[in-house]
């Protein structure tokens, strides 16, 4: 429901803040649905940072990426590892 992404929302607005960085790496493996909105969301803490990385995409989530074509404006990784090796080889 609306809530779900409200509060998806304010998780990323304060990951956001709390980074202080422009590469955010989000960790999404407790999220079970995203909604239209939540990937505007997504997609608009994109813009603001250097780079955004997912981690842990359940497949149904990444299903929903996939649909709406937003697939090449994040880094999707399997785990977190693999997400701050990536972020840190690329931008020495």
């Given at each position: 429901?609306?809530?779900?992404?409200?509060?998806?929302?304010?998780?990323?607005?304060?990951?956001?803040?709390?980074?202080?960085?422009?590469?955010?790496?989000?960790?999404?493996?407790?999220?079970?649905?995203?909604?239209?909105?939540?990937?505007?969301?997504?997609?608009?803490?994109r813009k603001s940072?250097?780079?955004?990385?997912?981690?842990?995409?359940?497949?149904?989530?990444?299903?929903?990426?996939?649909?709406?074509?937003?697939?090449?404006?994040?880094?999707?990784?399997?785990?977190?590892?693999?997400?701050?090796?990536?972020?840190?080889?690329?931008?020495?």
């Amino acid at each position: 429901g609306p809530q779900v992404t409200d509060r998806f929302r304010k998780h990323l607005a304060y990951s956001l803040r709390t980074h202080q960085s422009d590469k955010v790496v989000l960790k999404m493996e407790n999220l079970n649905s995203l909604t239209m909105a939540g990937i505007r969301a997504l997609v608009d803490a994109r813009k603001s940072v250097m780079s955004l990385a997912l981690v842990g995409v359940p497949d149904r989530v990444y299903r929903v990426i996939e649909l709406s074509g937003t697939t090449d404006f994040f880094a999707i990784y399997e785990d977190e590892g693999s997400a701050l090796a990536a972020l840190n080889a690329h931008y020495r």
